[in-house]
């Protein structure tokens, strides 16, 4: 069963700093990996996809690479701002395998502080 | 706007008392999916439809149903609500191999 693991589970940095958020998962048969933010009291907001050929996404200040035979990905900001306090989330999906589970495996995040 | 839109937003209800969490999308997704997130135990697939009259359960179904009627559609209903079905519930929708969007959630709490 896939397991996904995020490290830091908590981060706070000063305004400005260049971060990088980890996330690793067991299995490396994916079909691709997501990252998500989620604010307090609110839903996922879709951040990044990669799909399981591709090695890396950009958006923005936003940057997330994958390396699935080592079964991890990252997800670079750079100049953060305290707008960008949130939680951010991994997740990636199995393979599709005619019929059988389509969910995502999500990892528990990582609680981003942005002090100002 | 393409969105996904959920209704309750926040529902207080007792055990046993039937209720159904509605779910749309505009964007003409044919994959659908509800979620459930709960501290310490993160989120969890419930069920999710590969298209119209087509789902098929995810690793916790216990005690919801599903239908998918209609494309843009998704409800899901708790028969026989129980207080172990107090979470935060969130909606999704997608192509085949494209990003998943959510919903804002919506917060039930089972008395």
């Known amino acids: 069963k896939q397991e996904v693991t995020q490290i830091p589970a908590a981060l706070s940095v000063p305004e400005g700093e260049n971060l990088v958020l980890n996330c690793s998962f067991t299995?490396?048969?994916?079909?691709?990996l997501q990252w998500f933010r989620q604010d307090p009291g609110k839903g996922l907001t879709s951040l990044l996809l990669i799909q399981s050929s591709q090695r890396e996404q950009t958006s923005g200040r936003l940057n997330a690479s994958l390396d699935k035979s080592s079964g991890r990905s990252t997800l670079y900001i750079a100049a953060s701002q305290p707008g960008d306090s949130a939680t951010y989330l991994c997740?990636?999906?199995?393979?599709?395998?005619?019929?059988?589970?389509?969910?995502?495996?999500f990892g528990k995040g990582t609680h981003l502080i942005i002090q100002p | 706007e393409a969105q996904v839109t959920q209704n309750p937003r926040y529902l207080i209800t007792v055990t046993g008392k039937k209720l159904t969490v509605t779910c749309s999308q505009n964007m003409n997704h044919e994959y659908m999916s509800w979620y459930r997130q709960d501290p310490g135990l993160g989120l969890r697939q419930i069920y999710y439809?590969?298209?119209?009259?087509?789902?098929d359960k995810g690793d916790v179904p216990e005690g919801y149903k599903v239908s998918r009627k209609e494309k843009r559609n998704f409800p899901l209903i708790l028969e026989s609500p129980s207080p172990n079905q107090t979470s935060l519930y969130f909606c999704?929708?997608?192509?085949?191999?494209?990003?998943?969007?959510f919903g804002p959630g919506t917060r039930l709490t089972v008395l």
């Open positions: 299995d490396s048969a994916i079909y691709n």
């Open positions: 999704a929708s997608y192509r085949s191999n494209n990003e998943q969007f």
């Open positions: 997740a990636v999906r199995p393979p599709y395998s005619g019929g059988g589970a389509d969910g995502l495996t």
């Open positions: 439809s590969m298209n119209v009259e087509v789902t």
